[in-house]
């Protein structure tokens, strides 16, 4: 059985959360009324609209928007399109922002949002009426200034055409800093597409650094080879990584040897997936977080990684591409055996790094070049994961609860600085 269809069976995502907060605020000093007030989501939104399918018949779609945090500045955070959304989910998903965004320095709180449905199995149209109007039931809590969504699973830069033509149809006027990762067409920028797996490329190459591993030849695998981790392996394929192992919902593929990314890729956009790529061994999402690497790239779901097989994980190196992909129970074992894990809220930061690049391009019509946008997240990058390295060091933490601690810091230094409203 493949490891997203055993997403639900493992922790509960919000309980993950919960759990990795209170692990980290322990080493910063919090009264209890802030502690509480920073645990939980500052505003919910379910909503529940129905949409015409092609056959005529209407169908009632179940939606999400969470605002974990104001504090830092406006919402922001990515959208999801996946059978098993739940309000815990998001929850758990717009907290994690509150934190990416804090220990990278910008000036965003944390949101989420998502609609339970399987966009494969929706027609180019239903897709846009859903979108439509779920972005309309939504629209009260987005915009510019306030809440600024991105795409997330089972989302893309059309489905965010679609969110800002609704939001600029009720407006009466183009708004393109409502959402980013957009098509470059409508105010999008280069480098926002391959911007989360290119920081986890290049946080990847940097961890192999703190632990003394050579990148040149170093075994690289990826769980889910979507947009993050396809662009992760291509970039670490070029940077002389062997990527050898690769997966996506259907299935993956193992070949010791290694695998070239942008074959693949090609392969599986002619047959619907990695799996049957010639020359190399199937493999299952499970198996494959326990191959014989280096380096380990998961960048599908959250829960993968936990009590049952963190024991047998064999990579020195863990980057997170997806959001929660570790459970607390096996960063507990992990860390016990020496195994270097950086955590979500730094590895996959590049792409809210790229999206607030591309925000502050859309608010001042004045739009960067790509080698720039590159530079940019590189140094950001590098500057968080040597933060929080250095926290890590100070109060002998893993880099999780590091650079939890960093991003709790910073929150509560923004919040008692403002003080309590009235």
């Known amino acids: 059985m493949q490891a997203q269809t055993t997403l639900h069976s493992q922790q509960d995502p919000w309980e993950m959360a919960l759990e990795q ?3 980290a605020s322990r080493y910063v000093p919090l009264k209890r009324g802030i502690r509480e007030f920073l645990m939980y989501p ?6 529940n609209f129905p949409v015409k399918m092609d056959d005529g018949s209407v169908r009632v779609f179940t939606g999400y928007r969470v605002h974990h945090s104001t504090v830092l500045g406006p919402t922001k955070g990515g959208i999801r399109y996946h059978p098993d959304v739940t309000l815990n989910e998001v929850r758990a998903l717009a907290m ?3 934190w990416k965004c804090a220990v990278a320095g910008l000036p965003y709180g944390g949101a989420k949002g998502g609609v339970a449905c399987d966009p494969k199995q929706l027609s180019a149209g239903e897709l846009e009426r859903l979108t439509r109007r779920y972005a309309t039931e939504i629209s009260v809590l987005m915009g510019p200034e306030s809440d600024i969504p991105a795409p997330d699973v089972g989302t893309t830069s059309q489905v965010m055409a679609w969110i800002m033509d609704t939001y600029s149809m009720h407006r009466g006027y183009s708004v393109p800093a409502v959402v980013t990762g957009k098509p470059l067409s409508v105010g999008g920028t280069v480098g926002r597409e391959e911007a989360t797996g290119r920081g986890c490329a290049l946080v990847a190459r940097e961890a192999a650094k703190a632990v ?9 695998a990826v769980q889910g080879f979507g947009n993050v981790g396809y662009h992760a392996a291509r970039l670490l394929h070029g940077m002389g990584a062997r990527v050898v192992a690769v997966s996506d919902s259907r299935g993956g593929i193992y070949r010791s040897e290694g695998l070239d990314p942008e074959a693949v890729l090609r392969y599986k956009r002619e047959t619907g997936s990695v799996a049957g790529f010639p020359n190399a061994r199937p493999v299952t999402n499970a198996e494959l977080l ?9 960048a599908a779901l959250e829960g993968q990684i936990h009590r049952e097989n963190a024991p047998r994980i064999q990579a020195q190196v863990v980057v997170e591409g997806a959001n929660g992909p570790t459970t607390p129970e096996a960063d ?5 055996r020496g195994v270097l894990v950086v955590p979500d809220i730094v590895a996959n930061a ?10 502050v391009q859309d608010l001042q019509s004045f739009f960067w070049e790509e080698a720039e946008i590159h530079q940019r997240l590189e140094r950001m990058l590098v500057r968080s994961l040597q933060r929080v390295m250095e926290v890590a060091r100070t109060h002998e933490v893993d880099l999780r609860t590091a650079a939890l601690i960093r991003a709790i810091q910073r929150v509560s230094d923004a919040l008692f600085t403002l003080g309590i409203y009235p």
């Open 21 to 23: 907060f209170q692990r």
């Open 42 to 47: 500052r505003r919910e939104l379910t909503v």
């Open 96 to 98: 994690w922002m509150t």
């Open 212 to 220: 003394g591993l050579r990148l040149e030849g170093a075994r690289v």
């Open 290 to 298: 326990e191959l014989p690497c280096d380096i380990l790239v998961p």
């Open 332 to 336: 507990d074992i992990l860390h016990a």
């Open 350 to 359: 590049g792409g809210v790094i790229v999206s607030y690049f591309e925000w």
